[in-house]
């Protein structure tokens, strides 16, 4: 398996992980808010032989704030603050480890790029995943009903350089990824 960023011939695939994992609670997107959320430097998919078994999307936007739900993103933010919009493992390759891996390649982004903080909204009860990857709640901060019941901002500081907007973050080779050992 190969961990690298999004290309155009991912997208339907993504679309398709994205439906199945958030349509039964309300919070499918579709296509165009999806590429609006993908900053290319900071969104990966995870390559099982040419399908796409997971991805992750993150863009920079403002600390506690996110996006809104029912419309693509028209505006790019210079923030120090990078926003993990959505991580989706497929079904059948899950519990291997793989939504861990590809945070850990975030984290490294973010702090290769000069971001100091990643945030989120943890939706659908995953806010106990969230805090065991050092994530924490930020109950003053209110998140619109479109993110279920159960949404909460969250985020995570990171020790890094300071923030320069205008420097391109490393680009990461593809790596192969192994399933046989711990995850």
Known sequence: MTLRHIEDRDWPAIVELEASAYADCGLSEGLDALQS????????VL??????????????YPRFRYPDLARPE??????????????VIAKRYRGLGLARRLLARLTATA????????????????A???SAQGYRGHPRVPVPAGYGPDAAYMSRTLVTRPHHPRKKARQWPAIAISSAGPS
Request: charged fraction near 15%.
């Open 128 to 130: 106990g995943f969230w």
């Open 37 to 44: 959320r993908a900053f290319p430097a900071t969104s990966f």
């Open 74 to 87: 028209a505006d790019r933010f210079d923030t120090s603050n990078l926003h993990l919009h959505d991580l």
């Open 47 to 60: 390559d099982a032989g040419g399908a796409v078994a997971g991805y992750l999307l993150a863009l920079p």
């Open 111 to 126: 702090r290769d790029g000069g971001y100091g903080r990643i945030s989120l909204v943890a939706v659908a009860g995953t």
